[in-house]
Each structure stands twice: as C-alpha cells, then as structure tokens.
C-alpha cells in the first residue's frame, strides 16, 4: 500500500501584492518552486531553501527560486506548526546599491519587517483561535 504524502500548505495572502507586481517569467519561477516546497516542506534545503541568520525566528527561511535575467529573487518564510509555510515578505536582493553591500542591506531590511509581519500573522492566528475559527488551513 502507497504511503500518502502529506503536503504543507502555503499562505501567501502576506506576499501577494509583490507578486502580483513581478513579470510572468518571474512569477513561474517562483510557483515552480512553491510546488516544490509545498511537497518536500522543511526537507527541502540548498540550494532553493536555506536558514536566514540573524533574526530571532525559530524555522526562519528563504525561498530562492530561479530568477530571470540579473534578479535574486527571496521570498523570506517560515513553517508554523500547522504544516504550514508563511510567505512573509518577497523581494529581489539584487536591487540597490552595489556589490555584496546591497545583499547584506537587503538582508538587514527584510528580516526586521518579516520579522514584524510573522508577528502580526501570530496575533491573528491567536484571535482566529479565540474566535472559533482557525482550521490551520488557509
């Protein structure tokens, strides 16, 4: 008998007016490998997830698919306890100023306001419960 596979789910409710903003090339890119994070979940490491340092979140990652032309596309998430992944903030760590500085100022950035979305998707997660209403499921 077939083991069924149990897949994570994806909230992206956080990040879709980024995506909505990235050129169709772009945005298979990244849903090619949303697919595959969505089966493999926190198996899946390098080279398309890999651990963010220096923030405080446990389970703290970043996407990294394919991106077209001179782009570095991240999509900074982490994995809730609900077999979920939580898309918290999208961007290209490519623009900016120069060299390995613009990467590590893109890194700066991002965590703090990731940081502050997962803290908002945690209190409203608390009041769905509160409420009755929170399936894990988005």
């Known amino acids: 008998m077939a083991e069924e596979v149990q897949m994570w789910s994806i909230e992206h ?3 879709e007016p980024w995506l909505d903003a990235q050129d169709d090339e ?12 969505q089966c493999k979940g926190p198996a899946l490491g ?12 446990k389970n703290f ?6 991106s077209p032309g001179g782009s570095e596309i991240r999509i900074l998430f982490v994995f809730d ?3 979920e992944a939580v898309l918290l903030l999208g961007g290209d760590k490519s623009k ?11 890194y700066r950035m991002a965590v703090a306001k990731a940081e ?7 209190r409203n997660s608390t ?11 988005s």
């Open 13 to 15: 409710s956080y990040i």
């Open 26 to 37: 772009t945005v298979a890119c990244i849903f090619a490998a949303l697919e595959i994070l």
């Open 46 to 57: 390098r080279p398309l997830v890999d651990t963010v340092k220096g923030s405080r979140l």
């Open 61 to 66: 990652k970043e996407l990294r698919p394919a």
């Open 81 to 83: 306890a609900n077999r």
């Open 96 to 106: 900016g100023e120069r060299g390995r500085l613009r990467w590590s100022g893109w």
């Open 116 to 122: 502050r979305i997962y803290e908002e998707y945690c």
């Open 127 to 137: 009041a769905r419960r509160r409420n009755g209403r929170f399936s894990g499921i």
